[in-house]
């Protein structure tokens, strides 16, 4: 998943004097030139005032404090606004370069400390950021709304819009400039007066209420984790696994127990390995019921809220629903079309979760359980029986993926094979925890092109799952080079131990590696317009890509070996893992689907439909799209789904499956060009990664595979299309 800043996460306020609040002072700046005074000798010394000195203006993490963030973003946010002034007061007539140029180059200090604001308190938050962040995001969102409802700037742009096709712009440009037009306008800026205002009350709200959700997230996550007290009950455990729950006890200062943390989905790794059936049942309902406890970390309300600002904004911007708002501005274009592509995949999807629950049924009877098949029994199944069929075992898995030589031997080389890229880990720039590693990205020709950051231990100051962003984008109009990171929320091993991945985790990396290929080949001069600024139904289009490679045999060959001896993983257990690869695909393909239309049924609610209840509404929702399998629980519940309520996917999460359908699609055109090449590497970087949203993206990707995506590659690569 790649992160996008929603204007929706921003605000405004000028004229206040410093003042303290819960431990956060404030240096806010003024009308009074005494006060700014004094403000300008706070901002002298803030790390974000001016570029970094490091390599490609790298974060100075061994510079930036707590206490820098906050006057950062008070003054980025006022020097923006008087830069939007300047472009909207400028007395000669609108142009390309003094309006949509300028406002490309203007909000540069905002820009670099919202980048690094943000991800640190997604990826290493503490009470002193959740504080700053719940006081800055409305302010964040009026700043946003002052520049796309500022009429004068609006009329500028528009003026400039209208002018298009007559004023000499290339075709980059145009699509730079109907951006911009597109952007104010679902923004609001036609909107009369007394809407505007009502617009502005709208985002207020919802940015303040995204940030409670994610924080209130976070800590119902960390309080979920199961806490064991007798290491018996870890049976099935391998030691280092038994390992990683003292070391994750240890941390909470629990010493002499362990802890199962939880990740973000509703199953939970661990459940393929315990024995305890009761354990299995307490660490589902642990997961399943994280939010909803009627307590400080209850998120029901604040979503039964966000569902129904979302359709008070859809229908001030004159949309039905807010799923229309979104989708208008996606490849999908509607929500019929993104549900379609959904329900179609229901019946095949239906018919083979049907005989996997069928085999594990016949697998408990069999040993004479006595019991019928939960939730919280799939996992452990589910593992038993890919044992028995295609003599598969996780735990002979993961001695041939270690971390270090996935990264290095598989996700750097697949990307040296295609791109020409090498790294160079790099050890004197500072991070912000000690789990970061930095590399130094080369080209072909040996050029410096990129820095690449990746932290992938879970932590409980982390928000959970993984994702992409950068902290400088690319851009040839502004000379910056492409600061990227990736994060994920794999078991941190105990000291001494390494960290041996599961296949899933060796996959992760290759998906968020695609999304961070995205940002730094983009050769894009916009910043509006670079990396992985796409729609969202064709951002996961690169990341899915670049999965395929984690299984290409001749990458394998060179990444999956013994942690111990060095010896390649044994062709007998290669066939064995590509045989399985559609194993179980009914299960991930259905909690996959009945996350996707749940999202689908908050989002195209509409006037006076507000829920009373979320459970009974998921339930329903689920029912009405005919994927209510109790059996198979969403991949996400509502009162966890962070992907729709604060991570940017409103209506959105349909993309994972659109984008399927052109990575299976794109990748069958490698298969049938040779493979892993140089040479198709180099068409796809040329023709997809390097370009950012300087094109439509339908026809970026009908260029590159000369026709229109089936969803043939998709149905195969899932094995959905088995009698």
Not at 402 to 430: C, H, M, S
Request: hydrophobic share 40%.
């Amino acid at each position: 998943m790649t992160k996008h800043l929603s204007f929706t996460l921003g605000g405004l306020i000028i004229f206040f004097i410093a003042t303290t609040t819960a431990g956060v002072t404030r240096h806010v700046f003024t009308s009074d030139p005494t006060q700014n005074t004094v403000a300008a000798g706070i901002m002298s010394a803030n790390p974000f005032t001016q570029p970094s000195s490091l390599l490609y203006q790298a974060p100075p993490f061994d510079r930036i404090k707590d206490s820098d963030y906050q006057p950062a973003l008070e003054e980025g946010m006022r020097q923006e606004i008087a830069e939007i002034e300047k472009i909207a007061d400028d007395p000669s007539s609108a142009s390309f370069e003094n309006t949509i140029v300028a406002m490309e180059r203007s909000g540069t200090l905002l820009t670099r400390t919202e980048k690094v604001f943000f991800a640190m308190t997604q990826a290493n938050t503490d009470d002193a950021l959740q504080k700053i962040q719940e006081e800055e995001a409305p302010r964040l969102a009026a700043h946003a709304d002052a520049i796309h409802l500022n009429e004068k700037l609006f009329l500028r742009v528009k003026e400039v819009y209208d002018q298009r096709d007559k004023i000499g712009l290339n075709a980059v440009q145009k699509i730079l400039v109907e951006r911009y037009y597109k952007d104010f306008v679902r923004s609001g800026a036609l909107l009369s007066d007394a809407d505007k205002k009502t617009l502005r009350e709208l985002n207020q709200e919802e940015s303040k209420l995204v940030t409670r959700f994610q924080n209130k997230l976070l800590a119902a996550t960390k309080a979920g984790a199961l806490v064991i007290n007798d290491k018996k009950e870890l049976n099935g455990f391998s030691d280092a696994e038994i390992s990683a729950a003292a070391e994750a006890a240890h941390q909470r200062g629990l010493d002499g127990k362990w802890v199962l943390a939880l990740q973000n989905t509703t199953q939970q790794p661990s459940q393929v390995s315990l024995h305890n059936r009761a354990v299995r049942e307490q660490l589902f309902r642990a997961s399943t019921m994280r939010a909803e406890h009627a307590d400080s970390n209850d998120t029901r309300q604040i979503i039964l809220r966000l569902a129904e600002l979302r359709i008070e904004k859809a229908k001030l911007l004159g949309y039905p629903s807010y799923a229309d708002y979104i989708l208008a501005d996606d490849m999908a274009k509607t929500p019929e079309a993104a549900i379609k592509l959904l329900t179609d995949l229901v019946p095949a999807t239906t018919k083979k979760a049907n005989g996997e629950a069928a085999k594990m049924q016949a697998l408990v009877d069999s040993q004479h359980g006595g019991f019928t098949l939960e939730p919280w029994d799939w996992q452990y199944y589910a593992e038993q029986v890919r044992k028995a069929e295609y003599a598969l075992d996780d735990n002979q898995i993961k001695p041939y993926f270690e971390l270090n030589r996935v990264l290095e031997d598989g996700v750097f080389y697949a990307a040296n094979q295609l791109y020409g890229l090498t790294f160079k880990e790099r050890k004197d720039i500072p991070v912000y925890n000690p789990d970061v590693r930095i590399f130094e990205v080369f080209d072909a020709n040996g050029k410096s092109i990129a820095l690449w950051y990746c932290d992938y231990f879970k932590r409980d100051n982390k928000s959970g799952g993984a994702w992409e962003d950068t902290f400088v984008d690319g851009t040839t109009l502004l000379h910056t080079k492409p600061v990227v990171f990736n994060v994920a929320n794999f078991s941190k091993p105990g000291p001494g131990q390494p960290a041996l991945l599961t296949y899933d985790d060796v996959v992760t990396m290759f998906h968020e590696f695609g999304h961070a290929l995205h940002s730094m080949l983009t050769t894009v001069e916009y910043p509006r317009l670079t990396g992985t600024n796409v729609p969202t139904d064709f951002v996961e289009f690169p990341s899915q890509f670049n999965e395929h490679w984690a299984l290409y045999p001749k990458v394998l060959a060179h990444y999956a070996r013994n942690y111990k001896t060095g010896e390649p993983m044994p062709q007998e257990l290669v066939a064995k893992i590509r045989k399985a690869k559609t194993f179980n695909q009914g299960f991930a393909t259905m909690e996959y689907l009945e996350a996707a239309l749940l999202d689908m049924a908050w989002h195209t609610l509409k006037e006076g439909a507000r829920p009373a209840n979320v459970d009974t509404f998921e339930t329903n929702a689920l029912k009405k799209f005919d994927v209510y399998m109790p059996l198979i629980p969403p991949r996400y519940r509502s009162t966890y789904f962070a992907h729709i309520w604060s991570s940017g996917y409103a209506a959105g999460y349909f993309a994972y499956m659109w984008a399927e359908v052109l990575d299976d699609d794109a990748f069958a055109w490698f298969t049938e060009h040779g493979g892993l090449t140089r040479r198709n590497g180099e068409r796809f970087r040329d023709m997809i990664l390097s370009r950012g949203g300087t094109e439509d993206a339908g026809a970026m990707y009908r260029a590159f595979r000369g026709r229109n995506p089936t969803v043939d590659a998709l149905l195969k690569e899932r094995g959905l299309t088995e009698k």
